[in-house]
């Protein structure tokens, strides 16, 4: 688990760009999945589209939130639910305690990375759909681990930012660790240094598994930090925020912000 019904993404910079468009959605996945995504979408687009991949809880304010950051940077951005298949393709008809874990697990445990990359493979297309040249994947906990996933070349991506990401194998579903071979866009991963729920062993497991598969990639791991420290009222690591912040702007902006080489 993740962010809290009131978490809000953390300040960084003043806008640059007024918004063009801030709306709910409803896309279709490949198997005829009706799902909710949120897209927000600036009056000039000067990098990269993001697609980006919420907690295990889905769609939520936080989410909402930070789409409309990265939109008034200039980069549209497009959030995916997760759970049309099971919850319905409408967030806010769900009961506020849907995200609680004993609530969620059911609907947690019916995603598989087949309805995954379909839903994931709907949300590219429809950032494609508003011009742009290139789109990122950017997850946070659950949907970092999905990002890490998306490098592969089937979703044709620029990139993948993974933000606390767990990237081994779970209940005998590989992870990005296990699929490393296969990963070939450039990767930026951020972890916090206590996090209690992703131990320094595991990732560097999955940068030797990226560094053997050839794979760029860059790693920082920020001391201190806990497992969802990029959030507006962890004011101990404001630094660590701002950080994330500059990396992943940089990281939109275009190749030269990218690693280039399989090191982490």
Known sequence: MCYDPDAAPPAFAPARWALAEATPLTLTSADGTRFAAFLARPEVATGAA????PDNKGLSPFYRQTAARLAEQGHPALVLDYYGRTAGADPENRPAEFGELPNLLPHLLTLTPETLDADLLAGIARLRAT???EVVALGFCFGGRQAFRAAAPRFGLAGAVGC???PDAVNGTPGPTQLAAGLDAPILA?????????PPATVAAFDAALTAAGCPHEFVT??????NFFELS???HADAARDVWRRLLAFLAGPAGRPSEPTG
């Open 50 to 53: 993001v697609l980006l991949l």
């Open 164 to 166: 606390y990401g767990y």
């Open 131 to 133: 011009g742009v040249a």
């Open 234 to 236: 962890a004011t101990g």
């Open 190 to 198: 951020l972890w916090g240094g206590a996090d209690e729920h992703i």
């Open 222 to 227: 920020y001391p201190g930090a806990p497992h």
